[in-house]
């Protein structure tokens, strides 16, 4: 079965400071993985997915992600955080003849001024 | 842009009450999913619907039922709620004609089981 870890709940940042957040799968062959965003009480939008392709991937909100094989891994970068990035971020996957996603713990990011 | 629509945004329940979750999609999507969302757990599924007609369980099935009413509605209803069940509740749906694609997400209902 497919799974996905995230192993940071809380990552804390300054404004203006680089970010990086993790995320594993656990699946054969190459998955559709999925970066989302939550914002405080509103649902999850998409920032970017990865389906094949160009290992590094550009989404909204200048918002960027790489897929490594070698690691299992599809890590969430941003050069400079803004204070509105602050929300929670979820990496999902769905792999073989599924379609449904399956969702990591999330991340929740906290940007200090 | 409606998008997906849930109601209602807010449930205050006693414990053995029954209600339903109502959600609505405008985007002509084929499948629909209810998830809930508790601290540390990430997204579960509960229940999805492929297309009309059809309903599979998920992952915490357990005190759910659903309904796909038509192409745009799919409703989840709590028959006997528990203290068990407070939580988020997320509707999303997806277009997957052409394969695995993006969800869309309501904005959630917060239940609250007394």
New interface residues.
């Given amino acids: 079965a497919q799974s996905v870890t ?1 192993p940071d ?1 809380h990552i804390t940042v300054s404004e203006g400071a680089s970010l990086e957040l993790r995320c594993n799968y656990s699946y054969g062959a190459t998955p ?1 993985l ?1 970066w ?1 965003v939550q914002s405080p ?6 920032l970017l ?1 990865y ?1 094949s392709g160009d290992t590094l991937v550009q989404g909204i909100k200048g918002f960027e992600a790489e897929f490594k094989r070698s690691q299992s891994s599809f890590n969430l970068r941003k050069p400079s955080v803004h204070w509105s990035d602050a929300a929670e971020y ?1 990496c999902a996957v ?1 792999s073989g003849g ?4 399956t ?4 991340t929740s990011l906290i940007v200090h001024p | 842009n409606a998008g ?1 629509t849930q109601t209602p945004k807010f449930q205050v329940l006693k414990t053995g009450q029954s209600m339903t979750l109502q959600c609505a999609q405008d985007m002509n999507h084929n ?1 629909m ?1 209810w ?1 809930r969302q508790d601290p ?6 509960i229940y ?1 619907s ?1 297309s009309e007609g059809t309903t599979d369980k ?1 992952e915490v099935p357990n005190g759910y039922n659903v309904s796909r009413l038509n192409k745009r509605e799919f409703s989840l209803r709590l028959e006997s709620a528990a203290p068990s069940q407070t939580s988020v509740y ?1 509707c ?1 749906s ?1 277009d ?1 004609s052409g ?5 869309f ?4 209902t917060q239940l609250s089981v007394l």
């Fill in positions: 995230q709940i559709y999925f989302y009480g509103q649902g999850l939008q998409l997915k389906f979820f769905i599924s379609y449904i996603p969702f990591g713990r999330g | 997906v499948s999913y998830y540390g757990m990430g997204l579960r599924l999805y492929a998920g997320f999303a997806s997957r394969g695995p694609e993006k969800l997400f309501g904005s959630g």
